[in-house]
């Protein structure tokens, strides 16, 4: 009997559909045109072009944020490749899982600096959680359903996969292995018992208890058992820019994100905490602020999948190494067993809670409402006039911090954000990305008009495929967070932040073939986001706000984060 050959190019796209991939956002180039012919013969895989590397990565990683599925990515060799690497960074410092395949020069001539060749597996390999190059042929169905498992188990990230044209048109017999096993690489998602019990013993002696959440939660879809264990146990909860969604905002115990722009309940609340239960979060130093002074009073709890992140960046008391999901479902099941201890608790945070209700109530968010119009007050009626199930995506600066602040999240995977690598020109791909995935849902980027530009021509791409993006320009005139920078600490010096010669962005709309709206007055917000929402296709609203309004409350960097400077 003989047994059917197919090329390498073909056997990658059997090797994605036995993924059960659905898109694909890439560019094509000569060393990957194998594949990108083979894709012609695959309608059940959608091929999304995007107009610039950069743009296809942030789109699959948006993709994979929104959907909780793998992301995927393919370019070309060279250039086509090293604009890859800022989207691949963004993906590994947020733990988001993407393949990235990239084309390479065939296997003779790499090292000859033929032409298109870079080293893509040198360059990628500070930033992907894993990579390969792929030498021959017959290893391309296995190196793939690696490369899949990878990027999705364990603490996620991104993977690159770098295929050499001639291994694109070698010929194997495929056959897609069942499953990976990888000496060395066995994540540990089940907590160990006796540490779990530990730390419900603790949990249940502490008065001031605080929840500081981390974008591990949502990455672990455990919001429904992080909300349970603070609702029965009564426990104040804050999150990091990643956690955004995964305790919902209306809840009475909710204290807002924390951190350099968190609001002043959370801040003093993980300051005053005699036990911080720390859930899939890092302790950056964006939350940290000066270490040595971070939660002082506090026995700190730490639950996360990757043992190196315990005690790295703050000395953790109580760690579990475990998948957020998986420890809480434990931790439930045990404080079920304790319940007559619950109910002491339960009496026992309320002097706490009324604490932080007077906090909250003291030194709420706020900001000035004059006749300018206020980038603050553009998010509040993005929040009330969107439908609950919006994606936002931000861009990176006031933008950003102004909606994790205003927006509210009460659902997990519909905040997309660069938090780790602060990526200006995350939010408009990616958001992209989001659509593609969910086609039903209002996908929106909250955006500075600095970083729109960073990944403007994405635009084509968003009308080519009719993707319904609304990018919403909150328009200051300025790279606004570095000016904020050089008001507070630079004696007003605005080095290079200003942006005075921007386009105009309606006019920029239209000749991209999308519509475009401007707003300059308060008076003009509601209408102009009912329209943008009302509009098929993509949409830029140009939103003309105050060009030096500031983000407060502020953490000077490196100060406690109970140094708030308040509006
Ligand atoms: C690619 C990249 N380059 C530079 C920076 C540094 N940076 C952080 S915020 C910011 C200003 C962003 O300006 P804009 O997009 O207009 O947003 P705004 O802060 O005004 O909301 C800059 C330059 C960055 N985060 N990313």
Redesign the pocket.
Known sequence: MSVKKITGAYAFIEALRCEGVKHIFGYPGGAVLDIFDAIMDAPDIQFILSRHEQGAVHAADGYARASGKVGVALVTSGPGATNTV?GIATACMDSIPIVVFSGQVSTNLIGNDAFQEADTVGITRPCTKHNYLVKDCADLPKVIKEAFYIAATGRPGPVLVDIPKDVMKGLITFKYPDKVSLEGYCPNYRGHPGQIKRIIGTILKSRRPVIYAGGGVVISNASEELITLARQLRIPVTTTLMGLGAFPADDPLWLGMLGMHGTYAANMAVTESDCLIAIGARFDDRVTGKVDEFAPRAKIIHIDIDPTSISKNVRVDLPVVGDCKFVLTDMLDGIKEKMRDVHEMTSGTGAWLDQINRWKREHPLRYEQGTTLKPQFVIEKINELSPDDTIIST??????MWTAQFFKFNQPRHFLTSGGL????YGFPAAIGAQAAFPDRTVIDI??????Q?NIQELATAVQYQLNVKVMI?N?G??????QWQSLFYRGRYSHTS?ASSPDFVKLAEAYGAYGIRVDKPSEVEDAIRKALSIKGPVFVDFHVEPEEDVYPMVPAGAPINNMLLV
């Open positions: 800022t861009e990176v600066g006031q933008n950003q602060g990526t200006m020109g955006a500075g008009d600095g970083s729109i960073m909150l200051n300025f790279l606004g967070m570095v000016r942006m």
